[in-house]
């Protein structure tokens, strides 16, 4: 590291000089450390996230064989005809009907074996032809989802999530620190606003990591942050306190009729502000009574104006109710209404205007996060971000490399005044109760630091 005078060479210049000198030190420390725990998961993060944007797009070119058809006019079959199609195919009790969000999209239907997990069928709506038939969720899109979330590996590994958001956020930080123009380099603009050198050069990756850093360190936040309600400690926590009842509506919305004890995120795909809400029930009527079927229920939610995509739980025994809910990208259209099976009156009808304010401002941080709230705009600059991440990513990597000693990690030096520290473990404390998860990686490397520093310390034996 260069120290820079600004010609004042009184003592205490002098210490004021090695105080931030070791405060630099100090900080940079654990930038490295961080960066060394979270660098690969951010890279999977930004591809598998990038991807994800275009999911809609990606699937309907992945899976063009069973996901398009051709509109024909006058001839759409109804749902439950589309239903006794699917269960032709694949034996089971049908349990979801998903509406086609356009003409040229084939119908879904979840049907549930007899053993096994669930499966998907795809029908085309016109003809009744049976188009595919898989396991449920694992088209494309989905399959990028939970390689994001973690999911995909079980629910321990999603802890992953909660764990490099924090580390992401102290990241960005400490970053911001080390990047910040002190003492003479303030008129400096060479790896402060551009990049120096050319690549075969130190210098043009520690520019090029130091000026991508500062332009997307506030989406790197955003995105730990709008991440974080999917992480398996922090978002349940969070996900119960913003809820604020056992039922997992928000408060003020009064529930009137009984409640079962499934959730909404059992049965279909919600906002991540429902996900702990309990279904009503219908009430059994005294006299034996037909119930009003797939079809008259699609038809009252077609009434109710529930935006094209829509997906419709079946009843689940006598109790059950048709529970229609849709999550489109505009947020004043996301809704979820139960209808009871015998009467279709509507049990429940709630939209994002009922959630909470602390509900809304979750449920708008994650319709950006997924790249829905601005449309076009919203994914092409959170797709540059992600390469902004990644770029962060390989810059830190050949800096590293290039900087390191031969045969050595290369960790930045500690300060010659330890007391430096006590400052930082007290900011990244905070951060590790606001995180527990992260709290806990942090307190593990701290004692694994020591550890090494001692055994470094120690003197060999003769």
């Known amino acids: 590291m260069t120290t820079v005078t600004n010609g004042d060479t009184s003592p205490q210049a002098a210490a004021r000089r090695a105080k931030a000198a070791n405060l630099y030190r100090a ?12 660098l690969p998961f951010m890279i999977t993060l930004a591809v598998t996230g990038a991807i994800y944007l275009f999911r809609e797009d990606v699937d309907n070119i992945v899976h063009a064989n069973f996901m ?8 759409r079959l109804s749902p439950s005809q ?14 979801k009907f998903t509406d086609p969000i356009s003409d040229t999209q084939s119908t879904e239907v979840t049907i549930k074996p007899e053993t096994g997990s669930n499966m998907a069928v795809y029908v085309n709506q016109y003809t009744g032809e049976v188009l595919e038939v898989r396991p449920d969720r694992s088209t494309f899109a989905w399959t990028v989802r939970y390689l994001h979330s973690f999911r995909y590996f079980g629910p321990n590994p999603r802890k992953i999530i909660e764990i490099v958001g924090g580390f992401a956020i102290l ?4 970053g911001v620190y080390l990047w910040w123009p002190r003492g003479a380099m303030r008129g400096q603009k060479g790896g402060v606003i551009t990049v120096r050198g050319e690549p075969k050069r130190r210098v043009f990756w520690r520019d090029t990591h130091a000026v991508t850093g500062i332009i997307i360190g506030f989406f790197i936040v955003f995105l730990a942050l709008t991440g974080m309600p999917w992480s398996s400690v922090w978002g349940a926590k969070v996900n119960e306190w913003a809820n604020g009842s056992n039922y997992g509506y928000p ?14 995120d059992h049965i279909a795909k919600t906002s991540w502000s429902l996900e702990q809400a309990q279904i009503p029930e219908s009430v059994p009527p005294m006299m034996e009574m037909p119930t009003i079927g797939i079809d008259i229920a ?3 939610f077609d009434e109710m104006a529930l935006h094209r995509g829509y997906a419709v739980a079946l009843p689940n025994g006598s109790s059950g109710v048709y529970s229609g809910s849709v999550y489109p990208d505009d947020l004043s259209q996301q809704r979820v209404v139960h209808l009871d099976q015998y009467t279709g009156d509507a049990l429940l009808d709630m939209s994002y205007a009922d959630y909470g304010p602390l509900g809304k401002w979750l449920e708008f941080g994650i319709n950006t996060h997924m790249g829905q709230t601005f449309g076009l705009l919203n994914q092409l600059l959170l797709l540059a971000v992600c390469v902004g991440i990644v770029l962060l990513a390989v810059s830190a990597a050949v800096m590293w490399w290039k900087r390191r000693p031969s045969g050595s990690l290369g960790v930045p030096p500690l300060p010659s005044d330890r007391k430096v520290f006590i ?3 007290v900011i990244l404390g905070i951060g590790g109760v606001l995180f527990p998860l992260t709290g806990i990686t942090l307190l593990g490397m701290i004692v694994l630091d020591m550890i090494w520093q001692a055994v470094r310390a120690k003197p060999a034996r003769i």
Do not use: C, K
């Not at 408060?251 to 909404?264: A, T, Y």
């Open 171 to 174: 990241m960005v930080l400490t």
């Open 251 to 264: 408060n003020g919305l009064r529930i009137n009729v009984p409640m079962s004890e499934d959730h909404l």
């Open 82 to 95: 589309i239903i006794d199609a699917a269960l032709g195919a694949q034996a089971g009790t049908a349990v």
């Open 68 to 75: 398009q058809v051709t509109p024909i006019e006058g001839q």
């Open 27 to 38: 900080v940079w420390r654990w930038h490295f450390y961080a960066g060394l725990i979270i």
């Open 423 to 425: 400052g930082l473990f």
């Open 298 to 300: 699609t038809q009252i």
